[in-house]
Structures are given as C-alpha cells and as structure tokens.
C-alpha cells in the first residue's frame, strides 16, 4: 500500500515538475499554486518514506523529514534577499525552497550534482542560440540572451526530475 502511494506520489510530482518547467520557460513565471502544491506533495512523499522506513523498523526514520524541512527554510532565508536585490525571481526562490521537500536531504547531493549540470547547460543554450536547429526557438533564446535571464525554474526542475527517477531506479533494485 505504501509503495503504490509513493509511486503515485512520484508520478504527480513528475507531471508538476514538467508544468513548472514549461511555463517557467515560455513565461518566466512560476506560480504559487505550483510550488505549494509541489511542496506539500514533496512532504507528502517524505512522511510516506519515513512510514515505510517505519514499518521496516529502521532507526531514526524522521531525520530526513526535519532536515528536509530545516534545509528548505535555510535555502529561502539565503535566497530571499537575492530577490529583494532582483537579482533572481521570486518563483525560483520559492522553488529553490521547495526542492528540499521534493528530494529530501538525504538526496540533495545528486539533486546539486544535476542542478549545477542543468544550469551549465541552459546558461550555454541561451548564450549560444545559433547552435539550436528551430529558427523561432533561436530566436525565442536569444530573447533571453537579450534580456540577459534564464528561465531558472528549468534547471531546478530538471534536476528534480532527475533526482525522482534515480529514486526509481533504486526502487527496481
């Protein structure tokens, strides 16, 4: 019962990420309804982790739950006056709060690991729009390149995603 919660859990988080970063990318906005609704289904999946963790009688099965809580709250109060300076947007604050939930601390080393892959990534697309084949998606990046932005919410949910399919693949194992 618990794992078919969790990979239902997983399957909505998955779909909400890929919403997120779709309308981050066409609109460089991220909606409060999508990170509350993505914060409270990471929650959801870190209680559902510590019960199964629970009915295995491991020890201390809420660690990840309080770090994953403390780690969030930690990462907002840094990012928070990095938006008050706009140097990056209020929804990738509130993003970047959310991913502790959605990964937990115990997977926030692969979740850094990709973001920091992904973020090279985007930074070199939007710098580098010649590169893509589709002329209105060149020049939808070199709008960006104009501008001087990128879409953070990408990245961020990119590596979120990467970090729940490597939390399925450990599942098969």
């Not at 099965?61 to 969030?72: E, G, K």
């Not at 109060?77 to 990095?82: E, S, T, V």
């Given at each position: 019962?618990l794992?078919?919660?969790?990979i239902?859990?997983?399957?909505?988080?998955?779909?909400?990420?890929?919403?997120?970063?779709?309308?981050?990318?066409?609109?460089?906005?991220?909606g409060?309804?999508?990170?509350?609704?993505?914060?409270?289904?990471?929650?959801?999946?870190?209680?559902?982790?510590?019960?199964?963790?629970?009915?295995?009688?491991?020890?201390d099965?809420?660690?990840?739950?309080?770090?994953?809580?403390?780690?969030?709250l930690?990462?907002?109060?840094?990012?928070?006056?990095?938006?008050?300076?706009?140097?990056?947007?209020?929804?990738?604050?509130?993003?970047?709060a959310?991913?502790?939930?959605?990964?937990?601390?115990?997977?926030?080393?692969?979740?850094?690991?990709?973001?920091?892959?992904?973020?090279?990534?985007?930074?070199?697309?939007?710098?580098?729009?010649?590169?893509?084949?589709?002329?209105?998606f060149?020049?939808?990046?070199?709008?960006?390149?104009?501008?001087?932005?990128?879409?953070?919410g990408?990245?961020?949910?990119?590596?979120?995603?990467?970090?729940?399919?490597?939390?399925?693949?450990?599942?098969?194992?």
């Open positions: 019962m794992s078919a919660a969790q239902l859990v997983q399957a909505i988080v998955f779909a909400l990420l890929v919403r997120i970063a779709i309308v981050d990318f066409k609109t460089q906005k991220i409060n309804r999508d990170v509350l609704a993505l914060a409270a289904l990471g929650v959801v999946g870190l209680v559902l982790r510590a019960l199964w963790r629970l009915d295995q009688l491991q020890s099965v809420w660690w990840n739950v309080y770090m994953s809580l403390a780690i969030a930690v990462l907002f109060a840094l990012l928070l006056p990095f938006w008050l300076m706009r140097k990056v947007g209020a929804g990738d604050v509130k993003l970047m959310a991913a502790p939930l959605v990964a937990g601390a115990e997977d926030m080393l692969p979740f850094t690991l990709l973001l920091l892959v992904f973020t090279a990534l985007s930074a070199f697309v939007v710098k580098n729009p010649l590169l893509l084949p589709a002329p209105a060149r020049q939808y990046l070199q709008h960006f390149e104009r501008k001087g932005i990128i879409p953070y990408v990245p961020v949910a990119a590596a979120l995603i990467g970090v729940e399919a490597l939390r399925a693949f450990a599942a098969l194992r």
